[in-house]
């Protein structure tokens, strides 16, 4: 081809014409090991006040595999108007290990190759190849198995295909890394793996892949699978491991059937304080070669937990940690038993990646939780107990004393939120205890007796104590079943409950711990795409919230300095039970001692409240929202010229307001506060640089005195004037996409065609529109 011609050629022509088929000439199948255009991130959920975007998804132009699942390299493209290196820089962001993990950047312009190599295996770190001498399938997959120092069996164990039933679905591309360094590792003989991945980013689904290819392969004939709540065990036999069929089967009634090869259980199921409890010693030590721990923070790392017997006893297996949160203390530490984390996958990551959803915080300060209470000299409580004479804070609030009017004060804000946003929304209130919840769930019923009336299942406390609450559970995590819609719960929901729609958390528990704090949150941050849940809200009423400001939240190995040992003396922690409270509705007081306070008579109310929102950065913005947008624009654009110069010049206003937008600049939250009809550019000019704001109304009005219609025909003057009372309305946004004419009133102009051909073509209709934007906004006042 001339080169001039090829210079003409767009990218895409050039992966056609050019690269693929050099990848085929090399040895490489385009059906199995050539993929174009992966895209492999979702795309950050923006949330815009109520409504959300999505930014830009991560996408490779080609990916390589010697298998499915095995990725090799990245291929990034460019035009012939480029260099063969140009879309190296793309290519090494893609291929690093934070990203998709593989050992080969490359780039190419169509004339021929350039290969980055981190393998050490090529006698340079990067160099170019013609078209016609890229390296085959084989020689790359060999470079890579000498990197990974990975031969003999270790060779067929890691070649083992993934299982696939035909659906299409596979892994993520961080799953594939967690599995794929997993098996690896293992194959390569190393017998204790810690995996770290953030709540709602598919743990259960990663450990079925790592044991389906190490039992297919021969390398584990064995395999148990140990969680401490049945629910998590449940829903692992009949969803992600429903692929082993019968070749499954759960331990239950302490009876060891040695029959099968895959097992799952609860660590309650097989020990316990007694001797004849302990069925695990029924399998001989050498029974089993995989064990794979579930949630393994809580407990079975644990030198002295009755948990750790098991593993102990079964020490010659090999043991893989899962765990959203890794525990380290003085006490208990996951990485002294299972090492650093083979991989980490945090949830700041799912969330910049758009696998997870992102969340504002609502925190509400009570009165009496900032100040204390105290009781009059003498007072007694509702049951007639003398109170005891001192003063009472928010540690002791729920505890050892409840003040009844403040649980009905939160019952009463949580009602007015969802009565502002939707009274469906799937709710979940986390309580000190079970009488708390209790309280709470009675509070919630008298705060909405309408829609209670139509359903008493509205509101329902979900507790370990309860078979009646426990019995809605399944229906509460189906996205399909209206009720019920808030759940009042203590300690059982705080992991194992996959309820992707929930859109709000109430705090209203005093969490200390990180590790529990973070499985918390984890109940709200699935996302649901088929019943518009992108984000969820958190209501915090007792300053828990606090704990993002750790410096560790986003999922690397966290001190837990509030850890007590005494609640985990026995190893077992976090079962299916709730903690019921002292006094009525849980463990009864000594005779004579009073444990719990009831106080009916007095006064609470709000004293504060404060939006926080997930920031860029992985942060919440504490800041008000005007001081972060004045530090963000400022940043950019240091003064008003510079900012007026870039939004004049831009052909699309919206590109502006998206860049804003992605660096966390809240434009429908900042109108609610400043003032909802303004444009994107008055609140900037007004928030940031201290300019009186004109509404949308006034700018249209303005443009309207100068006579700007009167050289176009009539016709081209109503889809003007039109335009410009769209913009007056509803903003700049809405009259820069070309469906504005598909809609009222300009569809009764004509369609889209027809107003075009009014201003001459496409071109003048658009330069037209940008006549009408520079006058819109030629003064910033």
């Given amino acids: 081809m001339d080169p001039s011609e090829k210079r003409s050629l767009s990218e895409r022509d050039i992966c056609t014409k050019f690269i693929t088929p050099a990848l085929e000439q090399s040895g490489w199948d385009v059906l199995t090991q050539v993929r174009e255009e992966v895209t492999f991130t979702d795309g950050r959920v923006i949330v815009k006040g109520k409504s959300t975007s999505r930014g830009p998804r991560k996408r490779a132009d080609y990916v390589l595999y010697f298998k499915p699942g095995l990725p090799l390299a990245v291929v990034e493209a460019k035009d012939n108007r480029h260099s063969c290196s140009a879309g190296m820089q793309q290519a090494l962001s893609y291929a690093h290990e934070d990203c998709l993990d593989v050992p080969f950047a490359i780039s190419s312009n169509g004339d021929g190759f350039v290969i980055h190599d981190r393998t050490g295996t090529f006698p340079k770190k990067e160099f170019e190849v013609p078209l016609n001498s890229f390296p085959s399938p084989d020689d790359l997959w060999g470079r890579y198995l000498s990197w990974k120092k990975l031969d003999g069996q270790a060779k067929s164990i890691v070649q083992q295909n993934f299982y696939e039933d035909g659906s299409g679905k596979a892994p993520r591309y961080y799953q594939l890394k967690a599995i794929n360094r997993s098996v690896e590792a293992i194959a390569g003989g190393k017998q204790r793996v810690l995996l770290v991945m953030a709540t709602g980013t598919g743990k259960t689904y990663t450990a079925f892949q790592i044991i389906w290819r190490l039992w297919k392969s021969g390398a584990k004939k064995r395999i148990l699978f140990l969680a401490d709540r049945n629910i998590l065990v449940d829903q692992t036999k009949t969803n992600d491991f429903k692929p082993f069929g019968g070749a499954m089967t759960k331990i239950r009634n302490r009876k060891a059937d040695k029959s ?45 937990s009755a948990w750790r017997e098991i593993l102990d006893y079964f020490q010659s297996a090999t043991h893989v940690g899962l765990t959203a949160t890794p525990k380290e203390t003085e006490y208990v530490s996951n990485s002294h038993y299972f090492g650093d984390p083979i991989y980490t996958y945090s949830l700041r990551q799912g969330i910049d990646d758009g696998f997870l959803a992102p969340y504002k915080v609502l925190r509400v300060d009570i009165d009496k939780d900032l100040q204390g209470w105290r009781p009059t000299k003498g007072q007694t409580d509702k049951h007639g107990n003398l109170i005891e004479d001192r003063i009472y804070n928010q540690r002791d609030f729920d505890r050892s004393l409840v003040i009844e009017p403040r649980t009905e004060l939160v019952a009463k804000r949580v009602t007015q939120f969802l009565a502002a946003t939707n009274p469906f929304d799937k709710t979940i209130i986390f309580c000190e205890d079970i009488d708390h919840a209790e309280r709470m769930r009675q509070a919630i019923v008298n705060c909405n007796p309408d829609l209670v009336s139509e359903d008493s299942r509205y509101v329902v406390r979900i507790t370990g104590d309860n ?189 502006v307001v998206a860049e804003f937008e992605e660096q966390g600049v809240l434009f429908e939250a900042l109108a609610d506060e400043v003032g909802k009809d303004l444009d994107p550019f008055d609140l900037l000019c007004h928030v940031v640089y201290g300019q009186p704001p004109k509404t949308r109304r006034e700018r249209a009005d303005d443009v309207k005195k100068r006579d700007y219609f009167a050289k176009y025909g009539e016709q081209a003057r109503q889809v003007l004037e039109a335009l410009l009372e769209k913009y007056a309305n509803q903003g700049i946004l809405s009259i820069e996409s070309m469906e504005v004419l598909k809609v009222d009133p300009l569809d009764e102009i004509g369609t889209p065609v027809e107003i075009i051909k009014l201003f001459g073509g496409k071109q003048q209709y658009l330069a037209a529109l940008g006549e009408l934007e520079l006058l819109l906004y030629a003064t910033a006042t």
């Fill in 467 to 655: 078979a009646e609450g426990k019995a809605q559970l399944d229906f509460f995590i189906d996205p399909e079943q209206r009720y019920p819609v808030i759940a009042t719960t203590s300690k059982l929901m705080t992991t194992g409950v996959d309820a992707k729609t929930c859109r709000l958390i109430v705090l209203d528990q005093r969490i200390q711990s990180m590790t529990e704090f973070k499985q918390i949150i984890g109940r709200g941050t699935r996302i649901d795409e088929d019943y518009g849940k992108l984000f969820f809200t958190i209501m915090d009423f007792k300053r828990a919230t606090e704990l993002f400001a750790d410096p560790d939240f986003d999922g690397d190995p966290i001190p837990d300095e509030n850890y007590d040992p005494e609640a985990e003396k026995n190893g077992v922690s976090g079962g299916d039970d709730d903690e019921p409270g002292p006094g009525p509705g849980g463990d009864d007081p000594p005779p004579g001692e009073v444990k719990r306070y009831y106080v009916r008579d007095t006064e609470v109310s709000v004293v504060a409240e404060r939006v926080q929102y997930y920031g860029p950065d992985g942060k919440l913005i504490t800041e008000s929202l005007r001081d972060y947008t004045k530090k963000k624009v400022r940043s950019r654009f240091a003064s008003l010229d510079e900012f007026l110069q870039t939004w004049n010049a831009s052909a699309k206003k919206a590109a």
């Fill in 260 to 304: 099968f090869e895959i097992f799952l259980s609860l660590y309650q199921a097989i020990t316990g304080p007694e001797e004849a409890d302990k069925v695990y010693k029924e399998f001989s030590p050498d029974f089993f070669d995989l064990i794979v721990i579930d949630e393994c923070h809580r407990g079975s790392a644990k030198d002295d």
